[in-house]
């Protein structure tokens, strides 16, 4: 019965990762098209999903590698 409950609050916090790190991404995305700092945003997003997903984190590290390459002019 144990296990049954955490194996719940395990896909409880995986779930609720997921519609605030998409909720998160997608204001990122819209801001693209409409004012705000969507070069911080979606970053943030993918920050938020990576916590779970590795997909997420693959992508986040790209991100990251480009921006570095852009701070130092390559």
């Given at each position: 019965?144990r296990?049954?409950?955490i194996?719940?609050?395990?896909?409880?916090?995986?779930?609720?990762?997921?519609?605030i790190?998409?909720t998160?991404l997608?204001?990122?995305?819209?801001?693209?098209?409409?004012?705000?700092?969507?070069?911080?945003v979606i970053?943030?997003?993918?920050?938020?999903?990576a916590?779970?997903f590795?997909w997420?984190?693959?992508?986040?590290m790209?991100?990251q590698e480009?921006i570095n390459?852009?701070r130092?002019?390559k």
């Amino acid at each position: 019965m144990r296990h049954i409950v955490i194996r719940t609050l395990k896909q409880a916090k995986r779930l609720t990762v997921m519609v605030i790190g998409f909720t998160v991404l997608a204001i990122g995305v819209v801001m693209i098209v409409l004012p705000g700092p969507a070069v911080v945003v979606i970053p943030i997003g993918l920050a938020i999903l990576a916590t779970e997903f590795i997909w997420a984190k693959r992508i986040l590290m790209t991100v990251q590698e480009r921006i570095n390459r852009m701070r130092k002019g390559k």
